[in-house]
């Protein structure tokens, strides 16, 4: 049984990350499964540190965002997740080809989620395993607008 609370699909996920460091690294979603996330980064220019290996933040990003996903659409409705705590463990440096991440969780509570997610090369191997802690919070008010600490303001 899925864990989507909110229906989703690999095109709308594609629109949500347009004009964000995802896309801008060439982040691919790539499957949703019933309880997992799929995408895959390209190892290039724009993702390679300079001794030609794929960068290690760009693995957090990769993992951040597929976790990030994850928890967003498997929140109950009124509820938002918010990023708490991210590590990367990196287990086998890339230098070509893609890095492929899944996002799997590993906790879904009432108050917290936590999602693993492995990512591989495109051997299979393991290269990075990274967990994401989550958040669950009720959303803002959509009439509300937080301008500064303590202030809001209404939308008509």
Known sequence: MPIWKTPLCLADLTALNQGTAAAHL???????????????????????????????????VLAETLGSIGAAFSCPSGYRAVGIDINANHIKGVTHGWVTGTARPVHIGRSTQVWQIDMHNDAGELTCVSRLTVATLAAPSPTQLPLSAGDTARVP
């Not at 499957?31 to 794929?54: K, M, N």
Request: hydrophobic share 40%; no cysteine.
């Open 26 to 60: 060439g982040m691919e979603m790539l499957e949703i499964g019933d309880d997992f996330l799929r995408a895959r980064l390209p190892v290039d220019e724009r993702t390679r540190q300079p001794f030609g290996l794929f960068h290690g933040g760009v693995s957090v």
